[in-house]
């Protein structure tokens, strides 16, 4: 059944799904921003070249104040954001992601190693519902390829202590049999 692969492929879907929502919403709704990091080589990753060369594992950027052409399709997202000065555009698929984290609620997710999900047939698609491509996100302030602070790993989702009270970061192997 393969469930660890259908895990991923569903919380992918989470990153998707927020990326439509701000794209639904015309912007990110109040402190709520985006560090999202990608490996820059995986297949069907669309960077500039001068990008690929400085990054040449994975980069992290920032969906926050200023980004344009924000959208988000079944299996990967686009989006044009400024490095130094000068515009580029970026397409990725959901795949390719290794960390999505909203610092504004502390919510983190960490993927296992895309290798194993090359193999697999896209799938996105058929585990989220549909939702119709919205316009483009209107533009926004400066947007950065800084990495977010390192976050706490969550041992057991959903239970909170005091000690939990910072980031959260939710792998897989919190729901796997121990």
Known sequence: MNYDQ??????????????????????LPGAHHFYITFLTRFPGVDI???LAKKYTDEI????????????????SFEVTLKFSG??????????????FHDPSV?????????????????VLAQIAPKTP??????KHAPASAKKPAPSK??????????EDA???VVSLDSFRKK
């Open 6 to 27: 259908m895990t991923q492929l569903a919380l992918r879907g989470v990153v998707r799904d927020a990326i439509r929502r701000v794209i639904r919403e015309d912007g």
């Open 106 to 122: 502390g919510f983190a997710l960490q993927f296992d190693p895309p290798e194993a999900m090359q193999d697999a047939p896209p």
């Open 86 to 99: 000068v515009p580029k555009f970026l397409s990725v698929p959901y795949t390719a992601v290794t960390r």
């Open 60 to 75: 992290t950027i920032v969906l926050e104040h200023q980004y344009w052409d924000l959208k988000a399709g079944d299996e």
């Open 133 to 138: 491509e919205a316009k483009p996100a209107a």
């Open 48 to 50: 500039d070249e001068s």
């Open 166 to 168: 910072g980031d959260k």
């Open 153 to 162: 790993s969550a041992d057991k989702v959903g239970e909170k202590t005091a």
